[in-house]
């Protein structure tokens, strides 16, 4: 505590940057439990006691600010120096020979500033480029001590903090974010043994089976190598000639063209850990477990035409709404839940726990929650965390250990080899962001960019110079599973790997009609896009074998009679477990029904009800949500009783498809000139979101040619505004979409 004493919380001025006195203090009881002094322990551990993870956070501040410290740099009230910290006198001319005359080399102010720009960028990463990420923490609902020894694990209430990064996989660095990709959903835990890297995804299989076919089916994502084209999209040929020739794909290909591709925000999907992983405890024995994070908020997605439009006028969609929902104290949370079974457990299900293209279905193993994950600090610089964060499936600390899943394998040693050339050396793990909390003793040395001074004359092991320090750890350390192996060396593949449908019609079979109907979309859609006709039957000649029905769909939009169903490679296919599993729908995981964060516009003109607009704002406040007042221009506008508002958006800047619902009080009808706020109007009505009218404004919705005698829970047209609109309006939009409304092609 006397450490702590008078210590100032890094940043004191951030908390203003953004408005608000408090933005680093989580509210009562989401603050970073700090440890009692007495007890002499620390926020991170309740062992360790290493001068590094010792300290306990500032009341009310993330420990893993902490660490950071060290590195921070804040230049208020400084002066401006060369990087030899050498004060600059003159920022903006460079050194020449008479005003008029030659720039001369000796200028090392100039010289140095370029040269360090001309380096400024680093590669980007060759998948899941563009990423956004936030600190966090992770809290154990209970001991796991059976289970496992990782150390987030072992107490109930045990706090460890994270650094998760989610991002899209195939676009480059600056591409869109709602693109229709996989999202990734990476974790770094901060544990008390050295950090623990769950690299995950928003969707529980992968397309392929084998580490082996990696590089090929990135090479056949990614835009293609002539032309370089498209940017951040699978909707083309190499793509789909790929994995229609890969019916192993077929599975992922259902998520992948199902609402979970074009998530409603980061904060709002699922998160798996994909593969199947080891729990080992103390006595060393182990159980198979698979990893997934369900969000608080419940799952959402976007509508494709929402999507698109959303590139279009914030391509930083996904990383907006993260950082604002963080900056808000509006804290995304997600529980974490465990699958876990025995090897013999897993022998006699129908499919391979081994095999990256399958789920162990919840009927099966149902999903045990062990834990909940709150980000609730956004990083200080997007380059020095976000990008330089460097996760790697190898990182896993004792308690946790691997499968034999042969995709798992190749990535236990390709994301560590990334980071060396991406990241410039092998001490990527000294950059502070990867540097783990607990401390680093060994007698590795040296490489380009080494930040530790190793003290002393020994860098070797045995020895008797240095006491024989750093010693191994024996049993206290990472002791890898001792699983037996007796068998020959071969390339191939085990036979349950070979069937490629059944858990892909599980999941067509499980979703709701209308996100059955999204996926035949998405498939017509994407195929609409190739230029090669051969590969578009070649795909929905794979489909009659997940579902008749979308085949069928899927031809029928492409104009196509239907091929033959594929050739299976197993004539007789395992019979599976389960046919339907409600899981899968996304409809499932509804999280707590709240509105909280969500956008809502208030369109204002001059002459509106300001009674209406103000009880519409403090409603939407007092359920969590955001409402903005949408004008024709931003600024100021005057009310019917002469009040002034202020918009704070326009129909220019922020289209229809930024927001989660509408509201239009009385005199708004003053907008229907205006051919964007039709615009507006419709696109709420096609993308099935809550709209609201309010007295004369119900005429924008009539002018927006819905057809006539449209009704249904999420169009409140009040003609005669009475008490209780506001209550109504959040009712509807707490159903989030009303489905119920969408056709295809869509009415207006
Ligand atoms: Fe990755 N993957 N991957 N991947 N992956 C990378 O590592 C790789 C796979 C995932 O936010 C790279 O640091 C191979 C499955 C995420 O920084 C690279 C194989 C899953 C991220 C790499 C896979 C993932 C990556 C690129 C098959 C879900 C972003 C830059 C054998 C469980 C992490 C980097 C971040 C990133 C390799 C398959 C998830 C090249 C070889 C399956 C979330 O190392």
Not at 123 to 139: N, Q, T
Not at 501 to 510: E, G, I, K, R
Not at 526 to 541: D, G, H, N, Y
Request: hydrophobic share 40%; aromatic share 8%.
């Amino acid at each position: 505590t006397e450490k702590t004493a008078g210590k100032v919380t890094f940043n004191a001025t951030k908390a203003t940057e953004y408005g608000r006195p408090n933005s680093l203090k989580p509210p009562a009881g989401r603050t970073a439990k700090l440890a009692s002094p007495s007890a002499g322990a620390s926020t991170l551990s309740e062992v360790n006691d290493s001068g590094k993870t010792g300290s306990p956070a500032e009341p009310g501040t993330n420990p893993t600010v902490d660490p950071l410290t060290r590195v921070r740099v804040d230049s208020g009230d400084r002066r401006l120096t060369t990087n030899q910290g050498v004060p600059v006198a003159d920022n903006q001319s460079s050194l020449k020979a008479g005003i008029r005359g030659p720039a001369l080399l000796k200028d090392f102010i100039l010289r140095e500033k370029i040269t360090h720009f001309d380096h400024e960028r680093i590669p980007e990463r060759i998948v899941h480029a563009r990423g956004s990420g936030a600190h966090g923490f992770f809290e154990s609902y209970a001991s796991l001590k059976e289970l496992t020894r990782a150390a987030p694990f072992q107490k109930k209430g045990k706090r460890t903090p994270v650094f998760v990064r989610f991002s899209t996989v195939a676009g480059e660095r600056g591409s869109k974010d709602t693109a229709r990709d996989v999202r990734g959903f990476a974790v770094k835990f901060y544990t008390d043994e050295g950090n623990w890297d769950l690299v995950g995804n928003n969707m529980p299989v992968f397309f392929i089976q084998d580490a082996m076919k990696f590089p090929d089916l990135v090479h056949a994502v990614k835009p293609e190598p002539h032309h370089a084209m498209p940017q951040a999209a699978s909707a083309h040929d190499t793509f789909w000639d790929f994995v229609s020739l890969m019916p192993e794909s077929t599975h992922m290909l259902m998520w992948l063209m199902s609402d979970r591709a074009i998530p409603r925000s980061y904060r709002m999907m699922q998160g798996f850990g994909v593969h199947t992983f080891r729990f080992v405890n103390e006595e060393g024995e182990s159980r198979f477990v698979k990893f997934h994070w369900t969000p608080k908020l419940g799952t959402h997605s976007q509508v494709w035409d929402e999507a698109v439009k959303t590139s279009g006028c914030d391509p930083d969609f996904h990383r907006r709404d993260l950082w604002e929902a963080i900056e808000a104290g509006a804290y995304p949370e997600w529980e974490l839940g465990v699958q876990v079974f025995t090897e013999q457990e897993a022998e006699k299900f129908s499919f391979d726990v081994l095999d990256a293209t399958k789920i162990v279905p919840e009927e099966l193993v149902p999903v045990k929650p062990i834990g909940r994950m709150v980000l609730d600090r956004n990083p200080d610089n997007f380059f020095a965390e976000t990008e330089q964060v460097a996760f790697c499936t190898a990182h896993v600390v004792p308690g946790i250990d691997f499968s034999n899943d042969p995709l798992l394998a190749g990535r236990i040693h390709s994301y560590v080899d990334t980071q060396i050339s991406r990241l410039g050396g092998p001490n990527f793990h000294e950059i502070p962001i990867n540097a783990p909390l607990a401390p680093v003793h060994n007698n590795q040395r040296d490489g380009m960019h080494r930040q530790a001074i190793h003290r002393g004359r020994v860098a070797y092991e045995p020895n008797s110079l240095a006491g024989g320090c750093p010693f191994q750890a024996g049993g206290a350390g990472f002791v890898s599973f001792p699983e037996l192996v007796e068998q020959d060396e071969v390339r191939g593949k085990p036979e349950k790997f070979a069937e490629h449908f059944n858990q892909a019609s599980l999941f067509f079979d499980s979703q709701a009609p209308v996100e059955q109907a999204h996926i035949a979309a998405a498939f017509r859609f994407e195929l609409s896009k190739l230029t090669v006709p051969a590969i578009r039957r070649r795909v929905v000649s794979m489909l009659r074998n997940v579902s008749e029905d979308l085949a069928a769909q899927v031809a029928e939009g492409l104009g196509l009679d239907l091929p033959e169903p594929m050739p299976r490679a197993l004539a007789r296919p395992p019979k599976p477990e389960v046919g339907k599993s409600d899981f899968l729908s996304l409809s499932s995981h509804p999280g707590d029904g709240s509105i909280a964060s969500r956008k809502i516009a208030i369109f204002v003109a001059d002459g509106v009800d300001a009674g209406q607009v103000s009880s519409l704002q403090q409603s939407l406040l007092q359920a969590g949500a955001v409402g903005r007042l949408v004008g024709s221009r931003v600024g100021a506008f005057t009310a019917a009783d002469g009040s002034a508002l202020e918009a704070d958006a326009s129909l220019e800047n922020e289209p229809s498809v930024l927001f989660d619902g509408l509201a239009m009080p009385d005199g708004a009808q003053a907008l229907s000139q205006d051919g964007r706020a039709i615009e507006f109007v419709k696109d709420q009505f096609r993308h099935c979101k809550t709209i609201l009218a309010l007295g004369a404004a119900v005429e924008l919705v009539q002018l927006s040619g819905l057809p006539s005698g449209t009704a249904d829970k999420g169009l409140l047209l009040v003609a005669k505004p009475k008490a209780r609109f506001e209550a109504d309006f959040i009712g509807a939009l707490k159903k989030h979409r009303h489905f119920e409304r969408e056709t295809d092609p869509p009415a207006v």
